[in-house]
């Protein structure tokens, strides 16, 4: 039987603010639990491998912050992306919905790019039911200029940067959107566009961070590193735009690599300093900060995730539904809530964000979607096990691939019609073994799961 699929109106929002004035009590009592709230920070790198950093046993590049962030918090070892490519998995992480029921499947629709529509409830129209302030800088991808998809209308109040994926490429941009109009950074006296639009990011991130101090806030920095400008890739084999090599310029390595690497660097950098700004105003134990990356690593001219070893111990890469496209970090660092050094092998996938946070700021889960919340594996060191299975689809080449976790189960096919793959990530994280003919009672539950965990959607019907 296949699964129903209601919408959820936005007006559900004002029904869930007024039960946390119900539940909690007069307007003062909502002002004492709103201090009590923590400030939620959700740091999102672009194209980042799971190899490429060095709790992950990284070696050739340097990211002392982001694995301070582990030795100070909760590292995910099981944790997925919403997509192996940007829109959808960025899509999945804001409205909780996987790619079997969110609004948006993949870059892009059979009529083009898709938006995020009034009835899609995002993270921040959640957590703005709680008095959050809510800000975003870097990428956005799920809504276009005109739409009523862009960040102010999706409950941000505040907003800087690109609504394009494709000119998110662009890393000395002509104009960048500043809340509801345009913004052109400066020009050198040769006319060339001399902002780096990351360092941009992070000084915005900053002066939010400050602005907002004295009460709960929610930044999700949606930084563009260590993505390539994939035009400059095709044309010259080197899209790793930054302005400077850093520690690796004296390498011996292909200039590619070389700014690969200086951009990893520089994305830890920005993170170091963002921990380092809530240290300095004194709300580090009433901040909770995430770091994740969108999908896998992604092979850009002549560089490959090979170079660096950036898929780790998996198989595949970006766009792909093997594990190298979908198995990405996940580190939470919240002192004197979460115990320091701690690792979970606990699933968790990109969707189960929004109930997490909405359970945080004491709001009802929103209705209709498919995350679940993981406040209990931040906790507590008692190992949980996540209930149910995590489901994605893929749009290529006319058709559509699907993927299922169950368990220890991995299932994949790259159409409706083709045959399934069985993996068993327990014992086979690479993907190597397909053991389908071993157990075809698994499979079937798995074609069964790919016939209900989704929904017919206009803009990306089964195969095209």
């Given at each position: 039987m296949?699964?129903?699929r209601?919408s959820a109106p936005?007006t559900?929002?004002?029904a869930?603010?007024a039960?946390l004035?119900?539940?909690l009590?007069?307007p003062t009592a909502?002002?004492?639990?709103a201090?009590?709230?923590?400030?939620?920070?959700?740091?999102?790198?672009?194209?980042?491998?799971?190899?490429?950093l060095?709790?992950?046993?990284?070696?050739r590049i340097?990211?002392?912050?982001i694995?301070?962030?582990?030795?100070?918090?909760?590292r995910?070892?099981?944790?997925?992306?919403?997509?192996?490519?940007?829109a959808p998995s960025?899509a999945?992480?804001?409205?909780?919905r996987?790619?079997?029921?969110?609004?948006?499947r993949?870059?892009?629709g059979v009529r083009?790019?898709?938006?995020l529509q009034?009835?899609?409830?995002?993270?921040?129209e959640?957590?703005?039911?709680?008095?959050?302030?809510t800000?975003?800088?870097?990428?956005w991808?799920?809504?276009?200029?005109?739409t009523?998809?862009?960040?102010?209308?999706?409950?941000f109040?505040?907003w800087l940067?690109?609504?394009?994926?494709?000119?998110?490429l662009?890393?000395?941009?002509?104009?960048?959107?500043?809340n509801?109009?345009?913004?052109?950074?400066?020009r050198?006296?040769?006319?060339?566009?001399e902002s780096?639009?990351?360092?941009?990011?992070?000084?915005?991130?900053l002066?939010?961070?400050?602005?907002?101090?004295?009460?709960?806030?929610f930044?999700?920095a949606a930084?563009?590193?260590p993505?390539?400008?994939s035009?400059m890739?095709r044309?010259?084999?080197?899209?790793y735009v930054v302005?400077d090599y850093?520690?690796?310029?004296?390498?011996?390595?292909p200039t590619p690599?070389?700014?690969?690497?200086a951009?990893v660097s520089?994305?830890?950098?920005?993170?170091g300093?963002?921990?380092?700004?809530?240290k300095r105003?004194?709300?580090?134990?009433?901040?909770?900060?995430v770091?994740?990356?969108?999908?896998g690593?992604a092979?850009?001219?002549?560089?490959?995730?090979?170079?660096?070893?950036?898929r780790?111990p998996?198989?595949?890469?970006?766009?792909s539904l093997?594990?190298?496209?979908?198995?990405?970090?996940?580190i939470?660092?919240?002192?004197?809530?979460i115990?320091?050094g701690r690792?979970?092998?606990r699933?968790?996938?990109f969707?189960?964000f929004?109930?997490t946070?909405?359970?945080?700021a004491?709001?009802p889960?929103?209705?209709?979607?498919d995350?679940?919340?993981f406040?209990?594996a931040?906790m507590?060191?008692t190992?949980?096990?996540r209930?149910?299975y995590?489901?994605?689809?893929?749009?290529?080449?006319?058709?559509?691939?699907?993927?299922?976790?169950l368990?220890?189960?991995k299932?994949?096919?790259?159409?409706p019609?083709?045959p399934?793959?069985?993996?068993?990530?327990h014992?086979?994280?690479?993907?190597?073994?397909n053991?389908?003919?071993?157990h075809?009672?698994?499979?079937?539950r798995?074609r069964t799961?790919?016939t209900?965990?989704?929904?017919?959607?206009p803009?990306?019907?089964?195969?095209?």
């Amino acid at each position: 039987m296949s699964i129903t699929r209601l919408s959820a109106p936005k007006t559900m929002l004002v029904a869930g603010a007024a039960w946390l004035v119900l539940t909690l009590g007069a307007p003062t009592a909502t002002s004492q639990v709103a201090a009590q709230l923590p400030n939620i920070i959700f740091i999102l790198a672009d194209d980042l491998g799971y190899g490429d950093l060095g709790v992950h046993g990284q070696t050739r590049i340097a990211t002392p912050n982001i694995d301070s962030l582990a030795a100070e918090g909760l590292r995910f070892t099981q944790a997925y992306s919403g997509s192996p490519v940007c829109a959808p998995s960025r899509a999945a992480l804001m409205t909780g919905r996987h790619t079997g029921h969110a609004r948006i499947r993949d870059n892009r629709g059979v009529r083009g790019r898709v938006s995020l529509q009034p009835d899609d409830v995002t993270v921040a129209e959640v957590l703005k039911q709680a008095g959050y302030r809510t800000g975003i800088v870097g990428k956005w991808g799920l809504g276009e200029a005109g739409t009523r998809g862009t960040p102010n209308l999706q409950g941000f109040d505040e907003w800087l940067g690109y609504l394009n994926q494709d000119h998110a490429l662009r890393f000395y941009p002509e104009v960048l959107w500043r809340n509801t109009g345009q913004i052109f950074p400066d020009r050198n006296q040769g006319g060339r566009h001399e902002s780096y639009s990351h360092d941009l990011f992070t000084t915005h991130a900053l002066e939010f961070i400050e602005q907002h101090a004295s009460a709960p806030f929610f930044l999700y920095a949606a930084y563009t590193l260590p993505h390539a400008d994939s035009e400059m890739s095709r044309h010259t084999g080197d899209g790793y735009v930054v302005p400077d090599y850093g520690p690796y310029a004296d390498r011996d390595w292909p200039t590619p690599d070389k700014g690969y690497a200086a951009m990893v660097s520089r994305l830890d950098r920005d993170v170091g300093r963002i921990v380092d700004e809530v240290k300095r105003l004194g709300i580090d134990r009433q901040t909770l900060i995430v770091f994740a990356s969108d999908n896998g690593p992604a092979s850009e001219g002549s560089h490959t995730p090979e170079f660096f070893g950036s898929r780790g111990p998996f198989r595949g890469m970006k766009q792909s539904l093997y594990e190298g496209g979908i198995h990405v970090p996940f580190i939470v660092r919240w002192p004197g809530r979460i115990a320091p050094g701690r690792v979970s092998d606990r699933l968790v996938a990109f969707w189960d964000f929004l109930p997490t946070v909405a359970s945080l700021a004491h709001l009802p889960t929103p209705r209709d979607i498919d995350g679940v919340s993981f406040v209990d594996a931040l906790m507590d060191e008692t190992p949980t096990t996540r209930p149910g299975y995590l489901y994605w689809e893929m749009y290529a080449h006319d058709t559509t691939g699907q993927a299922v976790r169950l368990d220890r189960w991995k299932g994949v096919r790259f159409a409706p019609d083709a045959p399934l793959e069985l993996y068993d990530l327990h014992e086979d994280a690479g993907e190597q073994r397909n053991l389908a003919s071993m157990h075809p009672e698994i499979v079937e539950r798995m074609r069964t799961i790919m016939t209900e965990a989704r929904t017919d959607s206009p803009d990306f019907p089964f195969e095209r």
